[in-house]
């Protein structure tokens, strides 16, 4: 049985910035002592409005408009409520403004949510993010399409069920692996969240869905492996550039696209007096500063003339992301080692073999890589044999001594 409630309607003015003689009008519902207020979008001059009456004096024209936008108003609201007391619905002053709007879930589909987050994150996510949202989006509508015979669905329709039969949907396609699986049911988690922050369903259907992601092996060059790449001669100067380009970050631990964004102005003095980049990580606009090493320095100064970036603020001639990771197959093949590159195992590299292996602080390298947590970073900690190695030799050390 509903307990009993106050519901009321009234209506206020507020005051212009810039115009004190005008007033912005505003409908207040109140429910249960709680108030929320929706702006009627119409401009009144505050001397004839009468708040006791909540009507604007006088015969003329713009008080006859007002006043039957303000009867208008009211019956809408009247009506919401009386709606939602039908429908068996709590309460509040929230949802009688969503009705009144026509805003409330049961107008919103998994489209409408779709379209709304692309609207909205376009500008804020960065390209590659917004890429894999539109595959993921393209696999639900697919879903709707192939497994349950419709284009598209109300939000509220969609239950724990509907998760699982998409996640059972991405397993069954060919050439998506579990991580693969996680990473699209990570998004649709995050469209319903964004859904449920909007009020725009009740209980967010997929937020007892458990993300299993499988611990993947990291790939990244040992010292020799590192060695034999930075020394060896190669006869096409392709090949020369993306490798001298893969090795300068693996001695700073800059992501493709942080190296591709490179200029000038990123090479400053350092607290030290030596050169440092400053810049900041295209993915989370996170503020990097990185001392140089020597072997970045060597590559920085190599292509300060190159024809592809003369005449440009930028510091390396960067090719695209996968011609790169192409050429650094074929350095591969030719030096006959067995391990899958791609230009994101230098920075595995930088943190595993060029930093943490030398005995660099995980702290330290935590702050190089930019990681929001160190556990993030342990996990470079955890590969590194060599390392590991050498503490229990110091450690056998000190308790033989």
């Given amino acids: 049985m509903r307990t009993s409630q106050t519901f009321s309607i009234s209506f206020i003015v507020r005051k212009k910035k810039n115009q004190s003689d005008l007033a912005l009008l505003y409908a207040r519902i109140t429910v249960n002592g709680k108030f929320l207020e929706i702006s009627l979008?119409?401009?009144?001059?505050?001397?004839?409005?009468?708040?006791?009456?909540?009507?604007?004096?006088?015969?003329?024209?713009?008080?006859?408009?007002?006043?039957?936008k303000i009867d208008e108003t009211k019956a809408l609201l009247y009506d919401a409520y009386d709606t939602l007391v039908k429908e068996d619905q709590i309460i509040n002053a929230q949802k009688i403004k969503s009705r009144y709007l026509k805003s409330d879930q049961q107008h919103f589909t998994l489209t409408y949510l779709i379209n709304y987050h692309k609207e909205k994150m376009d500008k804020i996510l960065k390209y590659g993010t917004m890429k894999n949202y539109y595959t993921t989006e393209s696999y639900l509508k697919k879903y709707l399409k192939t497994h349950l015979n419709i284009s598209d669905i109300y939000l509220k329709q969609i239950d724990y069920q509907f998760t699982l039969g998409f996640e059972s949907f991405l397993r069954a396609l060919p050439g998506l692996?579990?991580?693969?699986?996680?990473?699209?049911?990570?998004?649709?988690?995050?469209?319903?969240?964004?859904?449920?922050?909007?009020?725009?369903?009740?209980?967010?259907?997929?937020?007892?869905?458990?993300?299993?992601?499988?611990?993947?092996?990291m790939v990244y060059l040992n010292k020799t492996e590192l060695e034999k790449i930075k020394n060896e001669i190669l006869e096409k100067p392709v090949l020369s550039i993306n490798r001298d380009i893969f090795i300068f970050s693996c001695y700073t631990g800059l992501t493709y696209a942080d190296v591709k964004a490179l200029k000038n102005y990123h090479l400053q003095i350092g607290i030290d007096g030596k050169n440092w980049i400053?810049?900041?990580?295209?993915?989370?606009?996170?503020?990097?500063?990185?001392?140089?090493?020597?072997?970045?320095?060597?590559?920085?100064?190599?292509?300060k003339a190159h024809p592809k970036i003369d005449g440009t603020e930028k510091l390396?001639?960067?090719?695209?992301?996968?011609?790169?990771n192409e050429y650094l197959r074929e350095v591969t093949d030719k030096l006959k080692i067995k391990k899958k590159l791609s230009f994101h195992t230098a920075r595995h590299t930088f943190a595993t073999t060029v930093t943490l292996a030398n005995g660099v602080p995980i702290e330290t390298v935590s702050k190089l890589l930019r990681h929001s947590k160190i556990s993030t970073t342990q996990i470079?900690?955890?590969?590194?044999?060599?390392?590991?190695?050498?503490?229990?030799?110091?450690?056998?050390?000190?308790?033989?001594?």
Avoid: C
């Fill in 41 to 68: 979008k119409r401009t009144i001059p505050i001397d004839k409005w009468n708040q006791a009456a909540n009507r604007l004096k006088g015969n003329s024209i713009e008080s006859q408009q007002i006043n039957k």
């Fill in 177 to 217: 692996h579990n991580n693969g699986v996680m990473q699209h049911m990570e998004r649709f988690k995050k469209l319903m969240g964004l859904a449920g922050d909007l009020d725009w369903i009740e209980k967010n259907p997929s937020k007892k869905f458990k993300l299993r992601f499988e611990q993947v092996d």
């Fill in 278 to 303: 400053y810049t900041r990580r295209s993915k989370t606009n996170t503020a990097v500063r990185i001392p140089i090493l020597k072997e970045a320095q060597k590559i920085l100064d190599r292509y």
């Fill in 316 to 324: 390396l001639p960067v090719y695209s992301n996968q011609k790169t």
């Fill in 380 to 401: 470079y900690a955890r590969v590194i044999d060599s390392k590991i190695s050498s503490d229990i030799d110091n450690l056998r050390k000190k308790l033989n001594a």
